[in-house]
């Protein structure tokens, strides 16, 4: 007997297969021919993901019935203490969004009759997923960035970090040295001046050293970048061809893979715009662009044209208003935005 | 740093589930700030619970811990507010802890009705189908390895999974008409 999954003919059926295989192109494709023969599927689908992300806050009944003693580990206290050290995010709640993350009903059949003549190849299967955890391989960073606005930190040695969203460090301070690995995402240093001990920051195999200056390490999909603000840093590239760079402000270097990369030149203002909310491109790539305004963003921004995610952007984009910059984009470019449901976005051709 | 051998990684799944958390939290304190702050805050007990590798049966199910310790934290931060301003009668109060299975934290002035609707939904199903619907929701599970766990066919754990939300969307469904 073949252990075979039959063809779905409900969205229930089809959004557990989605999230069992979130890579299968076929399937989504598959999906999509489903979900546009119907009208009835489309209202099918967006009740079915609707009640798939409200369970999300139900929680397992399961996991709610372990016994308390438990629950709670021996020293309690040092946990207690060290989560205090590591509050970033008590000391952020100003920063927190308060966008509300539920529309009454009424917008949501009003999304759904907008949904015409989509021209998708991609579909995404339920907000929660995964652009940051495929990223992410590692576990207890001692700083984590998961909300959708910038976070700053002030490190013992009075150093501060402006971390992105979706970004988690590691820190080590010693009397030799200063050292944080950027497990994931992007960070904006400002480093204090310590003659005794260099600031140094890794990220994959590019490891960035400074006395004391302030500069940002970046990652997109396809490069890690560092940029200075201030003072000079130097780059080095370990284990391959062991290029060294010095750069002074505005210069940055971007690292594409084991072997290319380039200098760039850019105003310092330009640099981590980011940290006071807007995003400052300057010839970017569309697809490079809605990824970090991604990140900023609680759900997720699909772009399934590959010619679409080429074009050259310019601008500047509010990071708090992801919908108004991405229909901004979308005009210029002749692009359609659907939203198959607040936190799932479609850029694609009109 | 530590290893953890075992399928979850845990910051990985944290950054997952980390809006429905939030979102749970919210339901049962009310304030978006608070909830936030709790979720962090039980992020980092879970990772210290998981360095020190205490109590493997509990850190097998590392999501529906989560839930248990944010649960417990809301209740904290609710009891405190009651002895600081009487916020909350007593009465309320002791029908959020009461561990009946029949009254919870979500029936809390406040919470939203669709939650309890889905709560009840998921208590309605069969102990099995149940399960499958939450080792795929929460834990990730592939079905294949539900299948495994739960000795079923492959298409009997994708069933199970859809009819399990199927049943919570009707009676969605079936309370807001």
């Known amino acids: 007997m073949t252990d075979e999954l039959l063809i779905p003919t409900k969205a229930s059926e089809w959004i557990v297969l989605l999230h069992d295989d979130p890579d299968n192109l076929s399937l989504q494709r598959d999906f999509l021919s489903w979900l546009e023969s119907d009208v009835k599927h489309r209202e099918d689908w967006q009740n079915v993901s609707q009640t798939w992300r409200l369970l999300g806050e139900v929680g397992p009944l399961e996991g709610q019935s372990l016994p308390l003693s438990s629950a709670f580990p021996k020293s309690f206290d040092e946990d207690k203490s060290k989560s205090k050290k590591r509050g970033l995010d008590r000391t952020l709640s100003s920063f927190s969004s308060g966008k509300s993350s539920f529309l009454p009903k009424s917008s949501f059949t009003q999304r759904a009759s907008r949904i015409t003549g989509l021209l998708v190849l991609l579909l995404v299967i339920g907000f929660s997923l995964p652009q940051f955890s495929t990223r992410v391989k590692y576990l207890g960073a001692d700083f984590v960035n998961s909300k959708a606005r910038a976070a700053v930190i002030d490190l013992a040695d009075g150093s501060q970090v402006t971390l992105a969203p979706e970004t988690a460090i590691d820190v080590q301070l010693s009397q030799k040295e200063r050292r944080v690995t950027i497990l994931s995402g992007v960070a904006f240093f400002d480093v204090h001046k310590d003659k005794t001990r260099p600031f140094i920051v890794v990220k994959n195999d590019i490891q960035t050293t400074v006395l004391g200056t302030a500069f940002l390490v970046d990652e997109q999909q396809d490069r890690v970048s560092v940029a200075v603000t201030e003072g000079v840093v130097r780059v080095n590239r370990l284990k391959q061809d062991g290029v060294s760079l010095q750069l002074r402000p505005g210069e940055g270097v971007d690292f594409f893979n084991a072997r290319d990369y380039k200098l760039s030149n850019r105003p310092v203002d330009d640099i981590a715009s980011w940290r006071m909310g807007y995003l400052k491109v300057r010839d970017q790539s569309l697809g490079s662009v809605v990824g970090q305004i991604d990140r900023f963003f609680n759900g997720h921004i699909f772009i399934p044209d590959t010619d679409v995610r080429k074009k050259r952007l310019t601008g500047v984009f509010k990071l708090e208003q992801p919908h108004k910059s991405l229909r901004g984009i979308a005009s210029i470019h002749g692009l359609e935005v659907t939203e198959i449901s607040p936190w799932i976005i479609i850029l694609s051709k009109k | ?177």
Do not use: W
Request: aromatic share 6%; with cysteine; glycine share 6%.
């Open chain 2, 1 to 177: 740093m530590n290893s953890i051998t075992g399928k979850h990684d845990l910051l990985q799944l944290f950054m997952l589930h980390r809006n429905d958390l939030v979102g749970y939290a919210n339901s049962i304190i009310g304030e978006r700030h608070a909830a936030e702050d709790v979720v962090q805050d039980a992020y980092f007990r879970v990772i210290g619970v998981e360095k020190r590798k205490q109590d493997r049966l509990v850190l097998e199910e590392p999501v529906g811990y989560l839930y248990q310790i944010i649960r417990n934290l809301c209740l904290d931060s609710l009891r405190k507010k009651t002895r600081e301003n009487s916020y909350i009668r007593k009465e309320d109060l002791s029908a959020l802890t009461a561990d009946t299975g029949q009254i919870s934290p979500e029936q809390h002035a406040g919470a939203r009705q669709e939650l309890i609707v889905l709560r009840m939904a998921l208590n309605e199903l069969p102990e099995k189908t149940r399960q499958a619907f939450e080792l795929h929701r929460f834990s990730g599970l592939k079905l294949a390895d539900i299948a495994r766990q739960l000795d079923v066919s492959l298409g009997t754990a994708h069933s199970m999974v859809a009819s399990a939300l199927e049943h919570c969307k009707e009676s969605l469904k079936k309370k807001t008409e």
